[in-house]
């Protein structure tokens, strides 16, 4: 089994940063390799959203309202992918999900992924 943990989260001010992390751990070969990798949130009442993806060769996209601000890295060495959060905004509080997929292939689609993590809490003071 593939398990990924997350952390980081935690209070940030308003236009601060935060780092969260996202490890795999378990049998993570063969089968189970892990390839495009996702973050996403969900804020009390509201849909879990997508927020950005990095493909196993460090391709990365993101959704409109964190681009230039968020920017996603993973060493593929140690089964990690990073969310840098600066500029951070109220509107980015939420519970942050680390999500793995089988595929290569980006999307900002939550049936693109099969693995996920129990996520991070991540509040924005104003």
């Known amino acids: 089994q593939v398990e990924l943990v997350e952390s980081g989260g935690g209070v940030a001010q308003a236009g601060g940063s935060l780092r969260l992390s996202c490890t795999a751990s378990?049998?993570?070969?063969?089968?189970?390799?892990?390839?495009?990798m996702a973050w996403f949130r969900q804020a009390p009442g509201k849909d879990r959203e997508f927020v950005g993806a990095i493909s196993r060769g460090g391709a990365t996209m993101f959704a409109e309202s964190v681009k230039g601000r968020f920017t996603i890295s993973r060493e593929n060495s140690k089964n990690t992918m990073f969310l840098q959060m600066n500029s951070l905004k109220p509107e980015d509080a939420a519970v942050y999900y680390c999500?793995?997929?089988?595929?290569?292939?980006?999307?900002?689609?939550?049936?693109?992924?099969?693995?996920w993590g129990q996520g991070t809490q991540v509040t924005v003071s104003s």
């Open positions: 999500a793995a997929s089988a595929s290569n292939s980006l999307s900002s689609a939550r049936s693109n992924y099969n693995r």
């Open positions: 378990g049998r993570t070969f063969g089968p189970n390799t892990i390839y495009a």
